[in-house]
C-alpha cells in the first residue's frame, strides 16, 4: 500500500489541523481542528484526537474517538477552572472535524474492508477501479459558511459600484476584507454555536452530544484502487462568477488523478493570487491543509 500526505500550515501562527498514520494499525486520519471564537485553540482538539488514534489499543475506530472525546472535555475543564464545561459557550470551544478510517484484511493479509468516522468539513473518498468516484462523507459546514461567505461578497459587490477593486492599494483591500468579515462575527458565531445540533452540524468538541452526531460504518473495499482523507483546506475554490456544483469531487478527482502534492499547489496559487478572498470568496487566504492518499 502507497500512503502520500499533505500537511502545510495556513496563515495562523500554527497548523491546526493534523493527521495520523498509524501503520501499525492501519488507521489514517485528517483532523481539522477549529479555534472558538475568542476562545481555546483548535489545535487542542485536534491533537488529542490524534493521541487516540495513535495510540496503541484494542479499542475500535469509533471508540477511539469517543475516548478522545471524553478526554477533550477533561481538558478544556482545565483551561476554564471556574466555570463548568456546559457553561462555556459553543462558539468559544476547541472542536475538531474529523475523517478517520481503519484498514482491516482478511486471512490473507490484503485490504477487505474499512471501518470509517466522520464529522464537520474532513472528508472521504474512494477512487474505484474503473476511475469513477464515491463521496462517502456529507460537508455540513459548508452550507453556514456560504452564508457569511455571500453576506462578505455583496459588501465588495457593493464597494465595486463605486470604488473598483483595481483602484485600491493592498493595504485598503486588507483593512476592507478585515472590516467585512469583523462585520459577520455575530453570524459566525451563531452558526457555531449550531455545533452538534440538528439545524448545524456534527463535530468533536469534548460534549457528550457529540458522539450522537459523528457518522461512522462499514465499507467493503470492492474493486476500490484509492483511499482519500481530505480537510477543508484542499477544497479547490469557486470563481464567483463562475459557480462549481461540487469542488468536492472536483478536488477528490484532482488528488486521484495528479497526486496531493498538484491539488494543494493548485489551490496556494489560488489563494495567493486573491489575498483579500474577493474572487474565490472564502473566509480567509490560506487554511491548514492536511490529507491522506492511500493506494490500495
Known amino acids: 500500500m502507497k500512503i502520500s500526505t499533505v500537511y502545510t500550515k495556513g496563515i495562523g501562527e500554527r497548523n491546526e489541523d493534523a493527521i495520523v498514520v498509524n501503520k501499525g494499525e492501519d488507521i489514517f486520519a485528517v483532523i481539522d481542528g477549529a479555534t472558538g471564537l475568542g476562545g481555546l485553540s483548535g489545535a487542542i482538539a485536534a491533537n488529542i484526537i490524534k493521541e487516540s488514534l495513535e495510540q496503541e489499543s484494542d479499542l475500535s ?176 475554490h469557486d470563481h464567483r462568477n463562475y459557480p462549481s456544483k461540487n469542488t468536492w469531487i472536483q478536488s477528490a478527482d484532482k488528488a486521484f488523478a495528479n497526486g496531493l502534492e498538484a491539488l494543494e499547489q493548485e489551490i496556494i496559487e489560488t489563494e495567493t493570487e486573491d489575498p483579500a478572498c474577493i474572487y474565490y470568496p472564502r473566509l480567509k487566504q490560506h487554511d491548514d491543509k492536511s490529507g491522506v492518499l492511500l493506494t490500495l
Open 61 to 236: 475506530l469509533l471508540e477511539r474517538v469517543k475516548d478522545g472525546n471524553t478526554k477533550l472535555h477533561q481538558a478544556v475543564e482545565q483551561q476554564y477552572k471556574d466555570i463548568s464545561f456546559e457553561e462555556i459557550p459553543k462558539y468559544k470551544r476547541s472542536s475538531c472535524g474529523i475523517s478517520a478510517i481503519q484498514i482491516h484484511r482478511d486471512s490473507k493479509g490484503n485490504p477487505a474492508f474499512l471501518e470509517y468516522v466522520s464529522a464537520g468539513d474532513c472528508m472521504l473518498f474512494l477512487q474505484f477501479s474503473d476511475d469513477s468516484i464515491r463521496q462517502v462523507t456529507y460537508d455540513h459546514l459548508d452550507r453556514l459558511d456560504l452564508t457569511a461567505i455571500s453576506k462578505i461578497e455583496a459588501k465588495w459587490r457593493k464597494l465595486e459600484e463605486t470604488e473598483p477593486i483595481e483602484t485600491l492599494s493592498p493595504e485598503k483591500i486588507k483593512q476592507k476584507q478585515t472590516e467585512f468579515r469583523q462585520e459577520e462575527e455575530e453570524l459566525l458565531r451563531s452558526n457555531r454555536n449550531k455545533l452538534n445540533t440538528y439545524e448545524g452540524y456534527g463535530i468533536i468538541d469534548g460534549d457528550e452530544d457529540a458522539i450522537e452526531f459523528l457518522e461512522s460504518g462499514k465499507i467493503p473495499l470492492i474493486a476500490v484502487k484509492q483511499i482519500l482523507l481530505l480537510s477543508d483546506g484542499l477544497k479547490v
